[in-house]
C-alpha cells in the first residue's frame, strides 16, 4: 500500500511537470502564427483557461482568469487580431503527431478517423447555423457542425488534428450574411465529404500517412472523397448505409442489406472477433466479408452478437499494401477514438462553450481546444506505461479480486486537473471586486437596454390591437 501511495504521489510530480513543458513547447512553436506579441500571450492564457476548473468558459471567465481587467483583450484574440488561425492548426497537428509517434510502441496501426460534432445555437446570427441533425442533442436542432480529422495511434493515445466548420449554402450565397458572419469572400460550399478531403489534403501537405482512413456513413456515402483516398494511395474503411449499392466480384448488383440476406445466411460465414479493447474488456462481434467487383475493395459486415444489429464497411487497400480481415476489422474498431476525443474535448477543453458568431472567431476557438487536448493527450500517452500499475485482468468468471488492483494509467482529465493545480493561483483580491463591480455594472446596461426594446415591441403589440 506505501509502494502504491508513493508511486501515485511520484506520478502526479511527474504528470504535472511534464505536462506544463509540453504546454510551453506548444505555445513556443504557434509564435511565428501571430503577428505581434500581445495576442500570443493572450493565446496562451486562453489555453490555460481551457485547462483550467473553469465551470464555464466564455470570454468574461477566460479573461478574469488570466488576470485582465476586461474580456477586449480575448474578445480580439478571436475576433480581430492578426493570426493566421489555420497556419496554427498546421502547427498543432504536428505537434500532436510528434508527440502521439514518439510515445507509441512498434506494431501499432495509425488510423485518420473523421467525424463532425456539433453546438447548439440560438438565434440565426451564428456562422453556420441552421436547423440539422446535431449529434450531441440527439435530434434536430438550431446549430452548428464541424468536421475533425482525429489521429489515432493503436494502444497509444489519439488528438484532434484538423477541422472545417460546414456553412450552409444559403449563407455563402447572400453577400449581407456573409458579410455579418464575418465569412472569408473566396469561400466555397462544401460537403461534409469535402470538408474532409480539405483537412486529409492539409495533413498529407505535412507528410502525414495512415494505415487506414476510417469514417461513418456520411463520408463512406461520398464518392468524392473515396476516390481522392484511393488518389491517394490511402486505405480506408469506411462505414456505409445498408442501402449502398455495389457490385460483387461475381458481376451482380445489390445493396449491402441485400447481399448479406443473399449470401451470409450460414454462421459459418461469420467469424467472432474482437473489434479492440475497451475499458470494461474486449469488444466481440460477428464478421463477415465480401469481395467486390473492383480489385482490392471489399464490403466488411459487422454484427452485434445479442440485438443481430449489422454495420457495413465498405473498403479499399492499395496493391501492394497487406490486405487481410483480421487488418480490416482492428482498423474499423479504431474509428471510436474520435468520439472520445470529442468528449474529452466538451466536457474537458469547453470545445461546445464557444459564445462567438464569427467564422474566424468559431475557428479559432477550435484551434486553441484543439492545443489543450493535444497538450494533455500527449503527456498521457507518454506517462501511460510508467503510471500503469494495475493488476492483472482477470482469467475466469469466479476468480477473486487482487488485494491490490494498483491504478489506471493518468488519463486526459486526470492530466487536466493536475496541471490546474500547478499553474492556477488564487486572484489578487482587488481583481475580484473589480470583476464583481464590472459584470454587474454590464449586466445593468444590458437589462437596461432588453427594458428599453421590449418597450418599442409592447408599443407595437399596442398599435396592431
Request: aromatic letters at 8%; proline letters at 5%; a positive charge.
Amino acid at each position: 500500500m506505501t509502494s502504491t501511495k508513493s508511486g501515485a504521489a511520484a506520478a502526479v510530480r511527474i504528470g504535472a511537470g511534464l505536462a506544463l513543458r509540453k504546454q510551453n513547447e506548444l505555445l513556443g512553436l504557434l509564435r511565428p502564427c501571430f503577428a505581434r506579441t500581445q495576442p500570443w500571450l493572450q493565446a496562451g492564457k486562453y489555453v490555460s483557461a481551457l485547462v483550467s476548473e473553469l465551470p464555464r468558459v466564455n470570454g468574461w471567465s477566460i479573461a478574469r482568469h488570466g488576470g485582465d481587467r476586461t474580456p477586449d483583450r480575448t474578445q480580439r484574440l478571436l475576433n480581430h487580431a492578426a493570426w493566421d488561425t489555420f497556419a496554427a492548426m498546421g502547427v498543432v497537428r504536428r505537434f500532436a503527431v510528434t508527440g502521439l509517434d514518439a510515445a507509441a510502441r512498434r506494431g501499432g496501426m495509425v488510423i485518420g478517423a473523421v467525424d463532425e460534432t456539433g453546438q447548439e445555437k440560438a438565434g440565426a446570427a451564428t456562422a453556420g447555423v441552421k436547423r440539422q441533425y446535431l449529434g450531441c442533442a440527439g435530434k434536430v436542432a438550431n446549430g452548428i457542425n464541424t468536421v475533425h480529422l482525429s489521429y489515432v495511434r493503436e494502444k497509444t493515445g489519439h488528438a484532434l488534428i484538423g477541422a472545417r466548420q460546414w456553412i450552409p449554402a444559403g449563407q455563402i450565397a447572400d453577400p449581407v450574411k456573409s458579410l455579418l458572419m464575418g465569412l472569408p469572400p473566396d469561400l466555397e460550399f462544401r460537403t461534409k465529404g469535402q470538408l474532409a478531403i480539405d483537412i486529409f489534403t492539409s495533413a498529407y501537405a505535412d507528410s502525414l500517412r495512415f494505415d487506414f482512413a476510417c469514417g461513418d456513413e456520411v463520408y463512406g456515402n461520398c464518392t468524392q472523397l473515396r476516390e481522392f483516398l484511393e488518389d491517394n494511395g490511402q486505405a480506408y474503411v469506411l462505414r456505409v448505409p445498408s442501402n449502398f449499392t455495389l457490385t460483387l466480384a461475381a458481376g451482380a448488383t445489390m445493396t449491402c442489406a441485400e447481399a448479406v440476406t443473399a449470401l451470409l445466411k450460414h454462421k459459418r460465414r461469420w467469424e467472432v472477433r474482437s473489434a479492440g479493447s475497451g475499458s470494461k474488456g474486449q469488444r466481440w462481434y460477428a464478421w463477415a466479408w465480401l469481395a467486390t467487383a473492383p480489385a482490392r475493395h471489399h464490403l466488411l459486415i459487422r454484427r452485434h452478437l445479442k440485438t443481430g444489429e449489422l454495420a457495413f464497411h465498405y473498403c479499399y487497400v492499395p496493391q501492394g499494401q497487406l490486405l487481410t480481415k483480421t487488418r480490416l476489422i482492428r482498423a474499423a474498431g479504431l474509428r471510436w477514438p474520435v468520439e472520445e476525443d470529442f468528449a474529452f474535448s466538451k466536457d474537458c477543453f469547453a470545445l461546445d462553450q464557444c459564445q462567438a458568431r464569427l467564422y474566424t472567431a468559431i475557428a479559432r476557438h477550435t484551434v486553441l481546444v484543439m492545443a489543450a487536448l493535444a497538450i494533455c493527450a500527449i503527456t498521457a500517452a507518454q506517462l501511460k506505461d510508467r503510471t500503469d500499475t494495475q493488476a492483472p485482468p482477470p482469467v475466469r468468471a469466479g476468480q477473486p479480486p487482487p488485494p491490490e488492483p494498483g491504478m489506471i494509467p493518468l488519463t486526459i482529465p486526470e492530466i487536466k486537473r493536475l496541471l490546474t493545480a500547478l499553474t492556477t493561483r488564487p486572484l489578487p483580491r482587488w481583481l475580484v471586486i473589480h470583476w464583481d463591480a464590472w459584470t454587474r455594472r454590464h449586466q445593468a446596461r444590458s437589462r437596461w437596454f432588453h427594458k428599453r426594446a421590449r418597450l418599442a415591441r409592447d408599443a407595437h403589440i399596442a398599435l396592431v390591437s
